[in-house]
Nanobody
Framework: QVQLVESGGGLVQPGGSLRLSCAAS?????MGWFRQAPGKQRELVAY???????NYADSVKGRFAISRDNAKNTVTLEMNSLKAEDTAVYYC?????????WGQGTQVTVSS
């Protein structure tokens, strides 16, 4: 069983930046981030494969950047030009050949 530990998040003004990090306790194939705003469904933000392939939600393209360190089993989400609509609980997600795993979630609030 792989455990995911998230860090980062918090309160930031519109136009600001935040960094989210997630560390996995074991080797992982794909890592990524989802988010869930109040009253909305959980949605994909971005993911990155072990080989470095990435995919982003249209709403964050050009503003967010995902990266990973395979040796440390970590993934980082750099969030820039944040908007009020980015406010949500952000969840780290990781998958291996057979299972998917979720982090506990971290709150990101974009407000003046």
């Amino acid at each position: 069983q792989v455990q995911l530990v998230e860090s980062g998040g918090g309160l930031v003004q519109p136009g600001g930046s935040l960094r989210l990090s997630c560390a996995a306790s074991g080797s992982i194939d794909t890592m990524g981030w989802f988010r869930q705003a109040p009253g909305k469904q959980r949605e994909l933000v971005a993911y990155i494969t072990r080989g470095g392939g990435t995919n982003y939600a249209d709403s964050v393209k050009g503003r967010f950047a995902i990266s990973r360190d395979n040796a440390k089993n970590t993934v980082t989400l750099e969030m820039n030009s944040l908007k009020a609509e980015d406010t949500a609980v952000y969840y780290c997600y990781a998958s291996d050949a057979t299972l998917g795993y979720w982090g506990q979630g971290t709150q990101v609030t974009v407000s003046s």
